[in-house]
């Protein structure tokens, strides 16, 4: 029998809140429900990766600074009403653009990736194990989300373990356990240890891999976080070390799968530093089930939303079609894991929020869907992240869903809606529905708003 996991306060995290605001630590809910599995109570982890491989030995930087700041979003005229957008209180968006100070999403992409330890938790086995925990999966996940735009390259230039000067247990670090003063020491200590060997500025992110025996199981607790466009960070060869992540003990249920799953922490934590919020909420995945990493980075596979892609920069404004016009329109949707094609419809409903739609295969990262079809959710850039921004609808509510994959909200595994079914919004006066599907796969729906 699991052990359940017990409620816990909120994570902290840093946002970006405006060029000329004060950032202050703000609260991330990362609470598991009592009514999730234990390893739902994971470690949420590190951020981006970079530059070569880990046995290559250490980077040497061009000594230019690597690239700053989100994609540019692919647009036109057109999509306008559909770029919906939020105040600068909301914490880490759904709106877009994405806001300045989070990591670009596309491009070379690199991480300075650092494992480290301490007299009172010293590392089990040996630091590049630890890496190879990520490595190289992080990157291939990255790869085919991204459709091959982002050039996601780890790099561990100090292979072995580095030691904090101080006890673990001096940092003051757990759960909710703001920037400062702990996390600001443990950042300047590893940026002193780490400076002789490693250029920081020819970096974009920064992962630390702590030694999984410091401080509590992630079954117990969850202390891995992410600050993300921390200008008041540590300064490291002239620059602040402003995206970083602390990834702490395994995300190990017992179920026998972290050999294959376990490295799924670090591309959810990634997603946060490009600007990506929290999609589960107090009560777990409710909201949006297992169709986002940013929902549930536990357990099987799965990918990222369309609105998510077209955000982080990998979908062209031709590929995404905005359908804020009254009257009725047909559009074709093509599998969302596949590249080419048109991949999200959105349907504005004011200037924060909009119902987005996508087609859903088991293809790519999504190779645990169990029923295939237009996914239907709502996105709401006026809401917090961990607060519920996106909302799936379940085209088969109370089926109890159609996977026993572990880890999984398995209520809205078979969410997506199939040939024949409609969705409907009285008040608003829209209609969606799946008018059909090709031999190819495609599927096309029909929207009539008045």
């Known amino acids: ?25 703000a609260a991330l809910r ?10 739902l109570a994971t470690i949420t982890a590190v951020t ?32 306008r009403p559909c770029m919906i957008s939020s105040g600068p209180e909301i914490q880490m968006s759904e709106g877009i653009p994405t806001i300045d100070d989070y990591a670009r999403s596309t491009g070379t992409v690199r991480a300075l990736t650092l494992m480290i330890d301490f007299s009172d938790a010293p590392g089990e086995g040996k630091a ?56 600001r020491e443990l950042v300047q200590d590893i940026v002193t240890a780490a400076d002789p060997k490693v250029n920081f500025r020819g970096y974009d992110l920064l992962n630390v891999l702590v030694t999984p025996n410091a401080g509590p199981s992630a079954l117990d607790t969850v202390l891995s976080v992410t600050f993300a466009g921390n200008k008041e960070a540590p300064v490291a060869d002239g620059v602040p070390v402003a995206n970083a992540s602390f990834v702490y003990s395994r995300q190990d249920d017992g179920s026998g799968s972290y050999d294959r799953t376990g490295y799924r922490v670090l591309p959810h934590e990634n997603g946060h530093v490009f600007g990506l ?33 077209w955000k982080l920069g990998w979908l062209d404004a031709s590929q995404v079609h905005c359908a804020s016009s009254p009257g009725t ?6 599998p969302l894991a596949r590249a080419g094609g048109d991949k999200l419809v959105f349907v504005p409903l004011d200037a924060d929020s909009g119902y987005a739609l996508e087609l859903r295969t088991r293809e790519g990262n999504d190779e645990t869907v169990c029923r295939p079809g237009v996914l239907i959710y709502k996105v709401d850039a006026d809401v917090d992240t961990g607060m519920g921004p996106v909302k799936v609808y379940d085209s088969r509510r109370d089926s109890g869903g159609c996977t026993r994959s ?27 529905t799946v008018a059909g599907a090709d031999l190819k796969g495609h599927h096309k729906v029909r929207i009539t708003r008045r």
């Open 128 to 183: 590049l194990d630890r890496y190879a925990e990520f490595f190289p999966q992080t990157e291939k996940w990255f790869r085919t989300s991204s459709y091959g735009r982002l050039d996601y390259r780890p790099d561990a230039p100090i292979r072995d373990w580095l030691r904090m000067p101080k006890r673990f247990a001096q940092y003051g670090i757990d759960r909710g356990a703001p920037f400062d003063p702990g996390y």
């Open 1 to 25: 029998m699991q052990p359940q996991p017990q409620p816990q306060p909120p994570r902290r995290r840093i946002r970006p809140s405006g060029p000329a605001a004060i950032r202050r630590p």
């Open 406 to 432: 572990p880890n999984v909200h398995a209520e809205l595994s078979d969410a997506a809606f199939t040939p024949g079914q409609t969705f409907k919004d009285p008040r608003r006066g829209i209609t969606i």
């Open 48 to 79: 981006l990766a970079v530059s070569t491989s880990a046995g290559t030995g250490p980077l040497v930087p061009d000594g230019t600074r690597a690239g700053a700041g989100p994609a540019s979003l692919s647009h036109s005229s057109a999509h």
């Open 329 to 334: 329109k047909e559009y074709t949707l093509t």
């Open 277 to 309: 919020p929290d999609l589960y909420t107090q009560e777990g995945g409710g909201a949006a089930g297992h169709w986002d990493i940013m929902s549930e980075d536990w357990g099987a596979n799965n990918d990222l939303l369309g609105w998510h892609k």
């Open 30 to 39: 990362r609470l598991p429900p009592t009514r999730r599995l234990a390893a």
